[in-house]
């Protein structure tokens, strides 16, 4: 456990978790959870569009403080602690391999995203996490590295703390789904999973073996291209795409026709799980994937999972975020927590023993 | 495995300065708030103290007023009670009556009256009165300015002329009135013989002194 989880666990004497906030093209994600006994349960959850669908309103502290307030407020969501990320666009994931020949991990790190990112390195934040790979033998190793400018993630901190919040910590998505994922399979910790993280207009794929990175990759693909694909193929719009997707299964003959429209649109997906699998099969001397973890919309999607399962050879079970803690007392999450993966992976930061 | 967090470390350390500062001013403005009531309580009980302290003073004056006004009043009464004594002893001793047949038991044919003077009065004097035996004293008390002891000199005495035919019956006069209890001394002050009409008289002038209480 980090100092920072002791000193967090320190400062919440009432089991009160942070509130994890993804601020989201779409709108707001939240959610917030509670040590209740020995269990992990949800305070509360939301998504919530930007009023008038309007994005521009991150950019106004005042009209985003007010959002913000009420927003948060009418979902009962309790105090002004949150965990947060940046916006993907602002923020570059890069896994550097690097050998520490005298160096610190951090000099070596430093050293290699000057490089690549080719500007001062005083204007950047850099965190990084080590991965685990088959070369730490000889030295040899990998890292996941954040790299942001500095400017931006200090105007994003004043504009929340503007807002009234107090940020505890400013994380990357991919951490987040991390955790979740450990939420999920904290049973088997052990277990060797591909997470297929699909957000609206792109996705991540993250291999964990046990509870660590070996590979973050992100793909050119959302759950809005698997439902114009079937829309454009079956002419329906997007809603009736939507409602589709989510009835049919693999036993209708509905199932197999959108198994076989969505072909071609996984095709590509699936090209690059193999890659993923088999560059990860390489790091850590052939360890197999034991499953697909599938997160996002796509979970209520059987024909979408079956798809994958035939294409990978693998078993996909879906994660659905909030079913990972005992319910908040009168607030069933419904379908919007298929959303809020992030946002739960955040809200777990400091409520849980990260191995 | 470390948890990303992409806050910079100095910026982090300077909102924590900041909260530090501000729960620090908090702290001084509740130090100040909690001073400057306690100072206001402190006045408000010290004003009240001191009301007291007025109350009792004035409490203290009235008493210290009250005490001289009763040694005033015990000095009056004493005074009082010294006159009352005096105007008892002047009521006291023998009355006028019993002085008349005192005088008039020793009366004689010979001689007669001419006047007849009966006194009782009080005199503040010295008090010595065990070499007195005429009247009696009432010890006055000592004043504060006066420390000499003084008494009331209770004093009745008659005085007498009169004529006689001869001294003989003077004398004899004389002697029957030293005989009477109601006297204790009779001085003759002056005689003088002269002529009265066709015969030689005895002019004379006595003194008597009437025992009164104590003598």
Known sequence: MSTFTRLLRRVRPTGLGPIGLELVPEGLRAVQLEQRGAELALVASLRAGWPDGDPAVRESTPALRRFLRSALGSAGLRGRRVITTLAPSDVKLMVLNYQSRGDTDDQAIVSLVSERVREPVAELVIDYSTMRTSGEKHGEKSALVAVARRETVIERLESLRACGLQVDALEIAPGAVRRLIGRATRDDPDENALAFHCQTGRSELLVLWGRRFVLHREVDLGAHDVIEAVGKALSLDEDEAAHLLEGASHSSEVGGTLREVLKPTLYGLAEQVNQAVIYAASQTHGAPIHCVRLLGVPRRWPAVAELLAQLLELPVRPVEPLALFEPAPGRPPGRAGDELAVAAGLALRGMIQDA | ?215
Not at chain 2, 14 to 25: A, F, N, S, V
Not at chain 2, 66 to 93: I, K
Not at chain 2, 183 to 193: G, K, P, S
């Open chain 2, 1 to 215: 495995m470390h948890d990303l967090d992409l806050i910079p470390a100095d910026y982090r350390q300077l909102l924590q300065l900041q909260r530090w500062l501000i729960r620090l001013g908090l702290s001084a403005l509740l130090i100040v708030g909690v001073a400057s009531d306690s100072r206001v309580a402190l006045a408000v009980g010290i004003r009240s103290q001191e009301q007291a302290v007025e109350q009792l003073r004035a409490a203290e004056a009235l008493s210290l007023d009250r005490r001289a006004r009763l040694a005033t009043l015990r000095s009056q009464r004493e005074e009082l009670g010294s006159r009352l004594g005096v105007l008892e002893g002047l009521r006291g001793g023998a009355p006028a009556r019993q002085m008349l047949l005192a005088v008039d038991r020793a009366f004689g044919p010979d001689l007669w009256l001419l006047e007849w003077d009966f006194r009782r009065a009080g005199e503040l004097v010295e008090k010595q009165p065990e070499t007195e035996h005429a009247g009696y004293f009432v010890v006055v008390p000592a004043s504060a300015e006066d420390e000499r002891p003084r008494a009331w000199r209770l004093d009745t005495h008659m005085e007498m002329r009169g004529r006689a035919l001869h001294h003989a019956a003077l004398a004899g006069f004389v002697r029957r009135l030293v005989e009477q209890p109601e006297i204790l001394d009779v001085r003759i002050l002056n005689t003088q013989a002269r002529q009265y009409t066709s015969r030689q008289v005895v002019d004379f002038d006595l003194a008597v002194v009437v025992r009164s209480h104590g003598s």
